[in-house]
């Protein structure tokens, strides 16, 4: 029995050991400013929104429950809050979601609300691109403060 359980043991710190020596190093970090750190498959601005030194946001959205135009209009908001986050202005972003169902059908309801403090500042900007992203459906959306 004592045997046995060296034995049990022995094989289990083997397998720890081996485990643990096939762990790979960490990966790489890369720098945004480093061209191959952008995936191809991603315009430059996804990672670089800023132009000529104007403010500037990219707003990213999942397939919404609502379609397309819901879609469009959570990228927005989302562009927007990042570029009044840059602006000094104070944003508090809430999602609800709720599902009511019965055994015949279910509804599922989302609302958002952007709310900005603005002590004076107003949030001007404008839509420069859109881009889909066919992998995983998310809707990319870069806007620039005028």
């Not at 132009?51 to 990228?75: C, F, M, S, T, Y």
């Amino acid at each position: 029995m004592a045997l046995f359980r060296v034995t049990v043991a022995g094989v289990i710190a083997g397998l720890i050991l081996v485990g643990c020596g096939t762990l790979s190093s960490a990966p790489a970090v890369h720098s945004v400013t480093e061209p191959s750190a952008v995936p191809s498959r991603f315009p430059a601005w996804v990672f670089e929104p800023a132009q000529e030194g104007k403010i500037a946001g990219v707003g990213i959205a999942k397939p919404h429950i609502n379609g397309k135009q819901a879609q469009r209009q959570l990228a927005i908001e989302r562009a927007l809050d990042e570029i009044a986050r840059q602006m000094g202005v104070q944003v508090t972003s809430i999602q609800k979601l709720s599902t009511v169902g019965t055994s015949s059908h279910a509804t599922t309801m989302m609302e958002s609300y952007s709310l900005q403090t603005t002590s004076g500042k107003v949030v001007t900007a404008s839509v420069k691109a859109w881009w889909h992203d066919d992998e995983n459906e998310e809707l990319y959306v870069w806007m620039v403060a005028q």
